[in-house]
């Protein structure tokens, strides 16, 4: 990459990532070209966004022809595709909610932690406010999501003072105990993507769902990583057969164009005024995620995504088999996988050398190696994904 766009981000883009200096020009559903037309099998998919792969003719196509006609009005007027997604997404959860759209998973969040407050307010003779978290979770960089976050490096004085009524368990089990008569929801990931790609137990989870709605405190899932077929389900919480109160979506909804969606069952919680966002659900992004769910629907009910997972499944599992000298576990569910490294060291290194082979990783957690691929990636991207992998892997010292 050229030094002058170097210097060009450095100088005039804040400098809150550590940034990989690669100009890549064009993708190809999982694969990248940079400007040198190097190419990359990308296991990123941006973060578990571009969930039906770079360069989607049939997203583009439903962009460019919505951007032709109105890109954005408002949400003071009705919407005819944010109405159309919604309705599919009800359809695809297979619960009866109602949805907002925002603009990304921090604003989601911070929108089901708007539901659950009024809840506490509205439905109690007492007031209930507080909201139980995860040690290890990961919720968003808001104030608000990012004290929700169960993560104390997140909780940087610099930042100070955070909201209150949020507090952190270690485990389910220690749900029970915190609970007091001012708590009003629990609000967990079924896969915690940030804290190290680690699935809960399915019983585990549906006994804590269960006490949670006897007892009248809200269950709120955080799909935002989770959602929208990362696991093989349309959600996580059909895999696990719960139904919350509200599930919050964002990355792979939008396959790469900006959108958030809090689905509730608490359909009548809101009036005008309540609650708003300027752009959030407007043509371009509805459009947008109308498309990417209609494809993943059909690549879903064709055995396609199935297939898919099986098959990448094997290929990370002969890989883990041959270098269990540097892993000491395979993690994640779907296409939402983690490979325990031994130590910070080798897992630094492991990413470095993978992006200098040509292959794109990314880190989660203090010690794990996360792989997030495109949803449609082809056998033949996995094949040739995990052979430069291994070809990385032999170069760790």
């Excluded at 629990?186 to 804290?195: A, P």
């Excluded at 325990?340 to 957690?365: F, N, P, W, Y």
């Amino acid at each position: 990459m050229s030094k002058e766009l170097e210097n060009l981000d450095k100088s005039y883009v804040l400098s809150t990532y550590a940034r990989n200096y690669v100009n890549f020009k064009k993708g190809i559903n999982a694969t990248l070209y940079d400007e040198n037309g190097k190419d990359y099998i990308d296991f990123t998919s941006g973060i578990g966004v571009v969930s039906v792969g770079h360069g989607n003719k049939q997203v583009a196509n439903a962009i460019c022809e919505q951007v032709n006609n109105i890109t954005h009005i408002s949400n003071l007027y009705v919407i005819e595709p944010q109405a159309k997604l919604a309705q599919q997404i009800a359809k695809l959860s297979g619960y009866d909610v109602a949805t907002f759209f925002a603009n990304s998973g921090a604003e989601a969040n911070e929108g089901a932690i708007k539901i659950a407050r009024k809840y506490g307010e509205t439905k109690f003779k007492k007031k209930r406010y507080k909201v139980i978290t995860l040690e290890h979770s990961f919720h968003g960089r808001t104030i608000t999501t990012v004290k929700a976050t169960g993560q104390q490096k997140f909780h940087s004085p610099n930042f100070a003072p955070y909201p209150d009524g949020f507090s952190y368990d270690t485990t389910i089990d220690d749900i029970y105990n915190s609970i007091d008569d001012e708590t009003v929801a629990v609000m967990i990931e079924l896969v915690q993507g940030e804290g190290g790609v680690q699935p809960f137990e399915k019983a585990a989870i549906q006994e804590l769902a269960k006490f949670l709605k006897q007892n009248d405190i809200l269950l709120i899932v955080d799909e935002v990583q989770t959602g929208v077929y990362r696991t093989g389900e349309f959600l996580a919480c059909n895999l696990y057969e719960i139904e919350p109160d509200i599930i919050t979506l964002a990355k792979g909804l939008g396959g790469g164009v900006p959108i958030g969606a809090v689905l509730t069952k608490h359909k009548d919680i809101f009036e005008p005024g309540d609650h708003g966002s300027t752009f959030g659900g407007n043509y371009l992004s509805t459009a947008a995620g109308l498309a990417v769910v209609n494809i993943l629907e059909n690549y879903k009910n064709s055995g396609k995504l199935d297939e898919t997972i099986i098959y990448y499944e094997k290929k990370l599992n002969e890989v883990y088999e041959r270098n269990r000298d540097i892993f000491l576990d395979s993690v994640g569910l779907g296409l939402m996988r983690g490979l325990r490294v031994k130590d910070e060291k080798t897992l630094s290194e492991i990413i470095k050398k993978s992006l200098e082979e040509g292959v794109m990783v990314l880190k989660a957690g203090k010690n794990t190696l996360r792989l997030l691929p495109v949803l449609t990636i082809s056998k033949e991207e996995i094949d040739e994904g995990f052979k430069r992998l291994e070809n990385a892997l032999s170069k760790i010292s």
